[in-house]
């Protein structure tokens, strides 16, 4: 039976493979086709809707994202026998644009995940104004790897900067967990955590998530 969820990366740096091929039992399909990006045309004659992930700056957590959201979508459709969704990873640099621009080609809209860090802003602008735009895609920007324990003042500051912009944001802010760390290392995703409070935490995140993305299928 085909999954509902299929997840694609782009990135020659190949981080996700390397993540995937340490999961034993993922939730969804997956393939590294940044080789091959061509073979994402294909994408559009599957119905499914075709999610990409971007921001060029490297470590916002556009893998981490990808994977995650993936597979708790993965988790609510599991009962679908065709592919639902399809989430793109993509290079966190500028020599590889034309990889990234070849996957909004075959896009039904953008993620942008941006940490909520000062530093993080002027890339995520370029990359908002100099690809995903001018592209035409819907987008909506989502705030990554906020630690609670730092208090709101700079997750304030980053949602105020994103609302100067006109940016679209996503409610949602996804957390920062040392589980998530941890996970790439262990070769985990959000739905196989151990069961504990921090882990039901960064779950929580990503349902929280997928269902204001309205990814969860119908009633
Ligand atoms: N919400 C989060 N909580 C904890 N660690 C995170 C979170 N998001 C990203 N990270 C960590 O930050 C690093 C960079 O994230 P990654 O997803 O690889 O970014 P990118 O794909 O944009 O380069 C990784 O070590 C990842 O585990
Ligand atoms: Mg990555």
Known sequence: MPAAVYVVSIDPQA??????NRISDLPFDFSQEHETPENLAILKDTGAKVHVIANQKGGVGKTTVTLNLGAVVADVLKEKATLQHVFIDTPGSLQDENLLLEALKFAHDVIVPMPPEPLAFDPTARTIQKVVEPSGLPYKVLVNNWDPRDGKTELGETRDY??????????????????????????????????NKPSFKAREDFYRLAIELGYGGGE
């Not at 981080?15 to 995937?20: E, M």
């Not at 609302?163 to 985990?188: C, D, F, N």
């Open 15 to 20: 981080s996700t493979v390397w993540w995937a």
């Open 162 to 195: 994103i609302a100067a912009q006109g940016w679209p944001a996503l409610e949602t802010t996804i957390r920062r967990y040392k589980v998530h760390t941890r996970a790439s290392a262990e070769g985990r995703v959000v739905t196989q955590y151990d069961e």
